[in-house]
């Protein structure tokens, strides 16, 4: 093997290159493998139940666990792009509303940071702004782990709820909205070329829930970049903002890593409007439409591109949401 060789690691990113990719060639030989146990002993408990050896109960629960891993696998045949093993950058915003949509973020962001914890994601929150009264203004996280992006690129859109607000001293039921933008968090292995003549920095006080060193000391970032899209020429200015640790420098050093995310975000999104001009007759899939529906009085969590829905809406808010992102890649 060629990770044997003495001098495999004399070149350190064509070895992690190289490294990355037996990582994934093992992942889809032991999930194969799952899938060939699986068939196989529900296949035996078939044939001890014939015999009266085994139950009903026990086939029933071979069949379940071989369909599983047969659609896990199948949904990661889904995940095929660069970008889909990349760890990814979740950034949720308020909408119009004060309180009630900030609040609503809030609820948003609980419930992502609770899914992660549910499929072993490791998650740090790299910005955060409170809202005036509760809730955020705006949070991000950056995630990393196994498919983060190709799973959670499924969260991209508005996110509505309707609810009888807690806010409103008559009771009444109020409509939300908060905005969820996920970005592949690109690493080193991918070049991305940042002109630093584009680049300004500020320093701020860090704010948000933290320890006592919060708002002592300029550790905050705010990177502004002045992009030029090279194929329409459109410019526009680039924001972010990180406070992810007390070090200045290394909080400068994540700003530019989620800069060069979202400027290979922008490479993705030219390639898929061209890919989507030849596959025609595909379904569309609008970036920042309206996506899910949270209807708490009515119990019900609806997403509007696959109609998925359920009624546990407490579920879906504690991050039980795998079935309406396994959905959504089946759909598309």
């Not at 200015?237 to 007390?246: A, F, G, K, S, V």
Request: charged residues 30%.
């Amino acid at each position: 093997m060629r990770t044997q060789d003495p001098d495999f690691w004399n070149n350190i990113d064509e070895a992690h290159a190289q490294m990355k990719k037996v990582k994934d060639l093992k992942r889809w030989v032991e999930g194969y493998n799952d899938v060939k146990k699986a068939v196989e002993e529900l296949a035996l408990a078939v044939d001890f139940f014939k015999e009266g050896v085994s139950t009903e109960a026990e086939v029933d629960s071979a069949y379940a666990l071989a369909l599983k891993l047969t659609e896990d696998l199948e949904m990661k045949n889904m995940l095929s792009s660069e970008e889909d093993n990349m760890g990814c950058s979740l950034k949720i915003v308020s909408g119009a509303g004060g309180t009630e949509s900030q609040d609503w973020a809030s609820m948003l962001l609980r419930m992502y940071q609770r899914y992660c914890e549910r499929v072993g994601y490791k998650v740090t929150m790299s910005n955060y702004q409170e809202g005036d009264e509760a809730g955020i203004k705006t949070a991000s996280l950056t995630i990393e782990g196994d498919f983060a992006y190709g799973y959670l690129k499924s969260e991209n859109g508005v996110h509505r709820l309707v609810r009888v607000s807690p806010y409103n001293a008559q009771g009444k039921r109020m409509t939300s909205f908060a905005s969820v933008f996920v970005i592949p968090l690109i690493d080193d292995s991918i070049e991305i070329k940042i002109d630093p003549a584009l680049l300004s920095w500020d320093t701020f006080r860090s704010g948000g829930a933290g320890g006592q060193n919060v708002n002592k000391v300029e550790s905050g970032v705010r990177l502004r970049y002045q992009f030029k899209d090279p194929y329409t020429g459109e410019e526009e200015e680039i924001l972010i903002e990180n406070t992810e640790t007390r070090d200045q420098p290394k909080n400068r050093e994540n700003a530019l890593r989620l800069l060069k995310s979202q400027l290979y975000e922008r490479e993705l999104q030219h390639r898929n409007a061209e890919k989507a001009k030849i596959e025609e007759g595909k379904k569309k899939i609008e970036w920042g439409s309206q996506i899910r529906s949270y209807v708490f009085d009515d119990r019900r969590v609806k997403d509007h591109r696959t109609n998925y829905q359920t009624s546990d809406v407490q579920g879906v808010m504690d991050g039980d949401i795998g079935e309406f992102i396994k959905a959504y890649l089946m759909e598309f």
